[in-house]
T-cell receptor, first 111, second 117 residues
Framework: SQQGEEDPQALSIQEGENATMNCSYK?????LQWYRQNSGRGLVHLIL?????REKHSGRLRVTLDTSKKSSSLLITASRAADTASYFC???????????FGQGTRLTINP | NAGVTQTPKFRVLKTGQSMTLLCAQD?????MYWYRQDPGMGLRLIHY???????AKGEVPDGYNVSRLKKQNFLLGLESAAPSQTSVYFC????????????????FGPGTRLTVT
């Protein structure tokens, strides 16, 4: 079974609004990462947050991690049409050689 | 620096036919991965390799074989294609950062869309 589960599965907002996506996972992790996938393309790494970090920023992206609740959120502020994509969380576990990806949230930004 | 490339981009096979998907990376990465992506299923790991000459099974390895004869290439083979293997296949690679602490990002190829009729 997959480690991470994103919520919601799909999100549609107006340009300029903020978008929040959530990821829940099951086992203890070493880090959690977010990736973006534009339609018909491969995944692109956005941001990595370590298990001992609670919040991280990168441009318009803000990621939080709550290890006690086994959950993370990705906030995209001031959304743009170019942010339309699917967003995946992936978890890294100590000693593991592979990431485990969730099912993704499909984000649509309406002009 | 092309990153991760995949060949071919599209392919249609008949049931029972065989084919090989090629993944190449020019970043000198140790680790390489093959995933399949199906609607509503996210990414599922098929096989992976932690170095030249080594391979390991992932989450959904049945019906697939892989080889890593050269560090920069990772081949995914379908010996007898089935309609259930209709999917988009992604290759990814990453560098080796010492212990398996997961503190790395993966670089993905553009994908191969395979249809088996």
């Amino acid at each position: 079974s997959q480690q991470g589960e994103e919520d919601p599965q799909a999100l549609s907002i107006q340009e300029g609004e903020n978008a929040t996506m959530n990821c829940s996972y099951k086992t203890s992790i070493n880090n959690l990462q977010w990736y973006r996938q534009n339609s018909g393309r491969g995944l692109v790494h956005l941001i990595l947050i370590r298990s001992n970090e609670r919040e991280k920023h990168s441009g318009r992206l803000r990621v939080t991690l709550d290890t006690s609740k086994k959950s993370s959120s990705l906030l995209i502020t001031a959304s743009r049409a170019a942010d339309t994509a699917s967003y995946f969380c992936a978890t890294g576990i100590q000693g593991a050689q592979k990431l485990v990806f969730g099912q993704g949230t499909r984000l649509t930004i309406n002009p | 620096n092309a990153g991760v490339t995949q060949t071919p981009k599209f392919r249609v096979l008949k049931t029972g036919q065989s084919m090989t998907l090629l993944c190449a990376q020019d970043m000198n990465h140790e680790y390489m991965y093959w995933y399949r992506q199906d609607p509503g299923m996210g990414l599922r790991l098929i096989h992976y390799s932690v170095g030249e000459g080594t391979t390991a099974k992932g989450e959904v390895p049945d019906g697939y074989n892989v080889s890593r004869l050269k560090k920069q290439n990772f081949l995914l083979g379908l010996e007898s294609a089935a309609p259930s293997q209709t999917s988009v296949y992604f290759c990814a690679s990453r560098s080796y950062l010492g212990t398996g602490n997961g503190l790395y990002e993966q670089y993905f190829g553009p994908g191969t869309r395979l249809t088996v009729t």
